[in-house]
């Protein structure tokens, strides 16, 4: 069994084992009304797994395309069954966001025009406007119910609960709301661990410990323009947007009792690697497509090496002409393009800001990560050392290797918009989108 917690932009990434460029899920998000979607054409973990005969089940958000007639939603793409909202849940109007509850102080826009935000439950609207209060307990019930199915007719699992804590605008149900020092961010904080081990005690009580997979990961960075609902990166440099470590630099948390010895690595790892792990600890062949990602079982199991020594930092707005910002390699890490970003604003940094503008770097911005984890100290300033110039080579040489072997297909996400397609529980109403409430 396989129970896999996300919570905050590189979902595709993370579902196909396939950098977004493969899937045209780039440059930057679906919106309600999107035309396009991951395509369908793309093979998902669930997918992978229901071929095993898995029964697989998603909670939380998705945001990888609704299209028309819920093309796109993960009902199509491997999953039995859903429960949730189709995209990101700042995608909706202020009324639906700033008043939850009433007083809350945002800072930052909403999407004004779109549609109330709908729950749905598998293809159909459950509930739209979402009550953002009641909405974590019902991904709870959900998720037992099918664990607690799954296990008593005898049939491996795969959940998939994407969290939207601790994402702008935070909210929490009552048994949360208002415990945590950390205000608002951090009522959203502990449902969301709340959940997660609610969770766990539910494949404990099922008994089936030694048999389940967990992997608690996120996949980018504080929206630092949220100031102190915004989360911190501490250290790291930067926030979501940027291809700083503080963008994308994530912890994970692995458990498998019995199997996975506890303890802590700084070994590499990337989601995009849960796919091809995931397919091998299931005994399910890698899908006949070029994969991103590397089988790290040996590095759980076994405790050796991470197969990974290598890493390429896409920013959200990808440009191909340019293509990856920086690459990681071992200990090393070159920044061949910097820019600051939106999601990163009122740090106290200004590299972070979006007043730094795209700023190309030849030589690169080369930081040794294990000594400046904080992105510091340029290792090429003012000259090249001797030394360093092999490495310089190689990471030279590896970054064109991999752009030369990336594929981008044509993006999904300008295939632009059409309002008609927005979620509508109340599908015949006028006037669109206010009408649809139910
Ligand atoms: C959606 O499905 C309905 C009912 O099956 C059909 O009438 C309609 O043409 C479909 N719309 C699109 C855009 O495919
Ligand atoms: C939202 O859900 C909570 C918890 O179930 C409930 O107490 C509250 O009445 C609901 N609010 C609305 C507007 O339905
Ligand atoms: C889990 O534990 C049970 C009871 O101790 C044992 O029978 C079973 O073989 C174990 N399963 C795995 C996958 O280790």
Redesign the pocket.
Known sequence: MFLLFLFSHFRASLLTGRFQTRSGVYPGVFYPSSVGGLPLSEVTIAEVLQSRGYVTAMAGKWHLGLGPNGTFLPTRQGFQHFLGVPYSHDQGPCKNLICFPPDTKCYGTCDVGETLLPVFHDEKILQQPVNFTGLVPLYQQFSKEFIQKAVTDKKPFFLYYASHHTHYPQFASAQYTGHSLRGKYGDSLLELDGTVGELIKTVWNM?IQ??TLIIFTSDNGPETMRKERGGSSGLLKCGKSTTYEGGLREPAIIYWE??IKPGVTSELASTLDILPTVASLAGAPFPSVTLDGYDLSTLLLEGKKSPRSTFYYYPPSIDPTRGIHALRMGKYKAHFYTQGAFHSETTPDPACHITALLTEHNPPLLFDLDTDPAENYNLLKPVIPKELEPIVKEIQNERERFLKSMTYAESEINKGKDPSLRPCCNPECTPKPSCCRC
Do not use: R
Request: glycine residues 40%; aromatic residues 0%.
């Open positions: 008994g030694n048999n019995g199997k």
